[in-house]
């Protein structure tokens, strides 16, 4: 993470703008304040991805970051027709001095570092952006290692590795990024995140808990029970699979089989510096 800081620090002079990329589900969760300092007075565009897996209370953080007085849109980057709300917001981001540099007789391209922590989608807004595969993109952390600069039509987009502070400070947001893969889970103790989802998605949607798996409510321990008996996830000597039941859980939230659901809440996101 040291490195791909050093690398963006070291980029942003040849760039116009920065794209933050957040997750829709967890923004306040997926907001780098170390990547927002390192930013300077560069101008900066917010996008909450993956709007396809969040409710309607995504809604309200997006207009929560506006309140700020910084550009944001809520867009889902596998969609086609996001582009266009996209790449207005961008021409939005640096339409003075695409003025200026038009009254000086110059026709320039407009460059725009594409940031933000891991799995929040960088790569496929640059390919939607681009009209083709052109990063490389994968459904977990760590899949962007280095630089790479994509020419999409009227401006180029350096898509960078994901990158996360080397600490984190609120407990309760970093497990947000678990739940939605923002964190390699081979370095994850997967039982505690799957009870701590489970214990999250109870207290906030536990009518979606009730409807897949037939959880009425117990601890954490009693609802993956409660998954165990309702998928079938039994082995030899009738015990339940626990390890079965964390990971189907875990999978489940992430392809939005439990529904659309929106993790952090406006209180969670209006006290950050954006």
Known sequence: MTKAMR??????????????????????????????????????????NKGDLAD???????????????????????????????????????AEKKERAQQKGFNRVFRFMVSGVPNTGKSTLINLLAGSKRAETGNKAGVTRGKQWVSCGGFELMDTPGTMPPAFENQYLATHLAFVGS????????????????????????????????????????????????????????????ERAERAVIDDFRKGKLGRITLDTYDDLKGLNL
């Not at 799957?194 to 109870?202: N, Q, R, V, Y």
């Not at 037939?214 to 321990?221: D, L, Y």
């Open 183 to 242: 964190v390699n889970d081979d370095i994850l103790a997967i039982d505690e995140i799957a009870l701590a989802l489970l214990k999250e998605l109870w207290d906030k949607y536990p009518k979606r808990l009730e409807e897949r798996y037939g959880i009425s409510g117990g601890t954490p321990v009693e609802m993956l029970d409660a998954v165990c008996k309702k998928r079938g996830f039994v082995v030899r000597g009738g015990e339940y699979d626990y």
């Open 7 to 48: 690398l963006m620090e070291q980029n942003l002079t040849l760039v116009d703008g920065v794209i933050f990329v957040l997750d829709a589900r967890c923004p306040a969760a997926s907001f780098n304040p170390k990547l927002k300092k390192m930013m300077n007075n560069k101008p900066v565009l917010y996008v909450l």
């Open 56 to 94: 309607e209370r995504a809604v309200c953080l997006l207009n929560c970051i506006r309140e700020k007085g910084a550009e944001a849109v809520l867009v889902n980057a596998v969609n086609n027709g996001s582009r266009r709300n996209i790449t207005a917001a961008i021409e939005k981001l640096v």
